[in-house]
């Protein structure tokens, strides 16, 4: 059979292949008769394992995709007069098709937001109806780290939000697709981001950091686990054969391969931002603290550069484009970028 030639890119970090370490995991564990549904001896050790991890005795779920834990996270905490709030930039709010409010029927309050993040400030003009019978009730509020803006919120910034949630009778969630790149960035656990500050649930994300279809709901309270399997369940995300994403997170863990894979795609996108600094037409639109590069450039340029290195324009009013950089792309990718950019740039100044 012939491959297609696949040439790396910018478009995203679920663009990149399963790493070579995640199939390695799944080939081990790829023998024998294992009881399904989570009931298995690699699924209780990865349990443990997240214990380990996390620093706390969290109840861990595997699921098939990110947009099923966030929503599974809501229908688990909310009900159905309950209303999470978000930013309006978020995937729950923009990128998953209506699933919170088809699944649970969640009303979605946005706040607006010019970096990804949102504060109390944000948050209080959705507070003003709390207990009013007509207005939907805000009880969530679930913010992603690092944004979708591949900014990242700091510790104090997360203890303030915790705070505040904690005045104002609200759960607070955080999807953290790419939370081990938020850890690089500040340089810490994954612990210091979710049980040090106290978070109520964790979507975190395996795809895009190397692994193959696993994504896992983390609880950090007994109450909000109890019903969560039955509505897993009756959500189909059960998966039957659940060794094989335990063994992936095991593997991810393991000896700190999580950062390796973080460090990598986080430094390639410090790399590809300095290099677009230097070119005059091109302005850097966020702050880079993480595997993503927003860059503003001239509409014309999209065109050839799209052509040497894909990625998606982020806003078609003012041509920024979404540069994603995967754990597996590498310098050369970069030069191909940089260099055709260059050229653009000087044919720009020569016209
Ligand atoms: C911030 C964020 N959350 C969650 C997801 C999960 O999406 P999916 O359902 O495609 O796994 C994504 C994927 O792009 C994401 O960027």
């Known amino acids: 059979m012939q491959t297609p030639e696949l040439t790396r890119g910018f478009g995203s970090d679920n663009h990149s292949p399963v790493h070579p370490r995640i199939l390695e995991a799944l080939t081990l564990v790829n023998q024998g008769h294992a009881a399904a549904y989570g009931q298995d001896p690699y699924t209780e050790r990865a ?156 979507s975190l994300g395996g795809a895009k950091n190397g692994l193959l279809g696993a994504e896992a709901v983390v609880l950090f309270s007994q109450s909000h686990a109890s019903d969560f399997r039955f509505i897993q369940k009756q959500e189909m995300q059960l998966p039957s054969k659940v060794r094989f994403f335990a063994a992936q997170f095991e593997a991810y863990f393991a000896n700190n391969f999580w950062r390796e894979i973080a460090m990598r795609s986080c430094e390639l996108a410090q790399k590809l931002a300095a290099g677009l600094r230097e070119i005059p037409a091109v302005s850097i639109t966020q702050k880079v603290e993480s595997n993503a590069v927003f860059a503003r450039v001239p509409k014309h340029w999209i065109k050839p550069l799209k052509d040497v290195c894909f990625f998606y324009v982020w806003n078609e009013r003012d041509w920024t484009l979404r540069l994603m950089l995967s754990y597996d792309n590498d310098e050369s990718d970069i030069r191909r970028f940089l260099d055709a950019a260059i050229k653009l740039s000087n044919q720009g100044t020569l016209t």
């Open 47 to 202: 349990r443990a394992r997240f214990r380990e991890i996390f620093n706390h005795p969290v109840e861990v779920f595997f699921v098939f995709n990110g947009t099923a834990a966030n929503v599974l996270v809501l229908r688990s905490l909310l009900k159905s007069h309950e209303a999470v709030i978000t930013a309006e930039t978020s995937h729950l709010a923009v990128d998953e098709c209506g699933a919170p409010e088809f699944h649970g029927g969640h009303k979605v309050l946005t706040c607006r937001t010019v970096d990804g993040k949102i504060g109390p400030e944000d948050i209080k003009p959705w507070l003003i109806r709390k207990g009013d019978q007509h207005a939907v009730q805000p009880r969530l509020v679930s913010i992603a780290q690092p944004t979708e803006f591949g900014t990242v919120y700091t510790i104090d910034e997360l203890k303030r939000l915790r705070q505040f949630c904690n005045d104002n009778g609200l759960y607070l969630h955080m999807d953290g697709a790419r939370l081990a790149n938020a850890c690089v960035q500040l340089n810490c656990s994954f612990a210091d981001l979710t049980t040090g500050v106290g978070l109520d649930a964790l």
